[in-house]
């Protein structure tokens, strides 16, 4: 069975921020390529086996259980529905507090 999964505008927010920031700031144009590959990779994967990765004890103020995927040094958050429908929500760098930012 394959998933359908809808890519959210904060994460495409989140992921040209990150991106921007890489590549301007840290001048590593290598590294923001690597990043966005990496997380298409994860995307992808999330056609096929949504569940595999680890979910988050915290809900958000809808009672949604996030799931995170790691993608090198940041937090991809996404949900998986009742409908198995999956939501790619955030990309936060993994040495912020997104915990408090999300919930």
Do not use: W
């Not at 921007?20 to 290598?30: F, G, R, V």
């Not at 990779?41 to 056609?47: A, D, P, S, T, V």
């Not at 595999?52 to 937090?75: C, E, G, H, P, S």
């Amino acid at each position: 069975m394959e998933y359908k999964v809808f890519i959210t505008d904060d994460y495409y927010y989140d992921i040209n921020a990150a991106c921007t920031y890489i590549e301007n700031i840290l001048k590593s144009p290598y590294a923001s390529n690597r990043l966005r590959n990496r997380v298409e990779q994860l995307i992808n994967n999330l056609h096929i086996m949504p569940r595999m990765f680890q979910i988050i004890d915290k809900y958000d103020k809808v009672r949604r259980r996030y799931r995170r995927a790691i993608a090198n040094n940041y937090v991809m958050l996404y949900t998986v529905d009742e409908d198995d429908m999956v939501y790619v929500s955030h990309l936060y760098y993994d040495g912020r507090d997104y915990f408090n930012k999300l919930f």
